[in-house]
């Protein structure tokens, strides 16, 4: 018996909720769309977590300082799962609408109206798949 995670909107929507009212109280930016989750397609008798995608748009010129993991080397499986899916995020240009990729630590220089997309990693999967 047992059961695979459940999906991001429901794990993070403390850190989700409150991230974005301290997040938008503090610095001169808006998050327009609620956290979506992407299904996970991981292998496993229990599948991991689903990545959840998050928007900020500044509003105002600033520095955008990015330190995370999980972008090279995905989450790993246990028990015969399968790894999950790397994260990634890029700030798309209001300017020009270009994307621009950033590293796992990394920094960028945002103006009104850019846009900084994050995709976090999904879980791991648990158990052989039966």
């Known amino acids: 018996s047992g059961w695979g995670a459940e999906a991001g909107e429901f794990c993070f929507f403390v850190f989700l909720v409150r991230g974005v009212l301290v997040l938008t109280s503090s610095f ?6 609620r956290p979506c989750c992407r299904l996970s397609l991981v292998r496993g008798r229990w599948r991991g977590g689903c990545g959840v995608d998050r928007e ?12 995370s993991n999980r972008r090279r080397v995905a989450p790993y499986g246990a028990m015969g799962g399968g790894e ?6 890029w700030v798309v240009r209001a300017e020009t609408g270009k994307t621009e990729a950033l590293g ?6 945002v ?10 990693p999904s879980g791991g999967g648990y158990g052989l798949q039966e």
């Open 28 to 33: 001169s930016c808006s998050c327009p769309c």
């Open 56 to 67: 900020i748009e500044f509003l105002e010129p600033m520095s955008l300082q990015v330190l």
């Open 111 to 120: 103006g009104p109206g850019d846009v900084f997309v994050v995709q976090t």
């Open 84 to 89: 999950g899916e790397l994260g990634r995020h």
């Open 104 to 109: 796992s630590c990394d920094q960028a220089e």
